[in-house]
T-cell receptor, first 115, second 116 residues
């Protein structure tokens, strides 16, 4: 099973709202990622968690707050977003370095609209 | 720093015709190379990958890609395109960042249109 699930599929929120995106994988992967993708563009890396610890933050504004409660779950907490934050948010995971498997598996994404 | 170039922004082919999508990379070490496909509003699906060994790799949905180190290329091919292949295609190069994490550098993508 190479499935990464994301909820919700769609989210509309106002600029003063607080919401969360959720990502889950049951492949035993130890690295998880958040990407942001605007229309007609490639995904842009936001955060990387490795063994449940934040290892990369690509200078993302503090209104995006990631959380990795356990090795299967990844959350992205949203607060005081701007309309330009509207995008498709993708979660991905990859396996441990020891196995030699390097590919990332992506979820279907959450389509976020900020009004 | 690594980079990936997909020279063709948009390609149109007729159903049943052959397809080749171009990808050139810049990377100092042996690259880990990937092709992903994305249908509108969907996530990315891995088509195939190259780490080492045989330079011609087979993927899902009848796709294959050939790694050519001398040309720094990793072009994607399919002998006969189906209407369902219409999508955005991304080439990517991967590197180890920290721990078990892998960072991907994506090309800008190629939009494939398939004519009936």
């Amino acid at each position: 099973d190479t499935e990464v699930t994301q909820t919700p599929k769609h989210l509309v929120m106002g600029m003063t709202n607080k919401k969360s995106l959720k990502c889950e994988q049951h492949m035993g992967h130890r690295a998880m990622y958040w990407y942001k993708q605007k229309a007609k563009k490639p995904p842009e890396l936001m955060f990387v968690y490795s063994y449940e610890k934040l290892s990369i933050n690509e200078s993302v504004p503090s209104r995006f707050s990631p959380e990795c409660p356990n090795s299967s779950l990844l959350n992205l907490h949203l607060h005081a977003l701007q309309p330009e934050d509207s995008a498709l948010y993708l979660c991905a995971s990859s396996q441990d370095v020891g196995t030699g498997a390097y590919e990332q598996y992506f979820g279907p994404g959450t389509r976020l609209t900020v009004t | 720093a690594q980079s990936v170039t997909q020279p063709d922004i948009h390609i149109t082919v007729s159903e049943g015709a052959s397809l080749e999508l171009r990808c050139n990379y810049s990377y100092g070490a042996t690259p880990y190379l990937f092709w992903y496909v994305q249908s509108p509003g969907q996530g990315l699906q891995l088509l195939l990958k190259y780490f080492s060994g045989d330079t011609l790799v087979q993927g899902i949905k009848g796709f294959e890609a050939e790694f050519k180190r001398s040309q720094s290329s990793f072009n994607l091919r399919k002998p006969s395109v189906h209407w369902s292949d219409a999508a955005e295609y991304f080439c990517a190069v991967g590197r180890i960042s920290s721990g078990s994490a892998r960072q991907l550098t994506f090309g800008s993508g190629t939009q494939l249109t398939v004519l009936p």
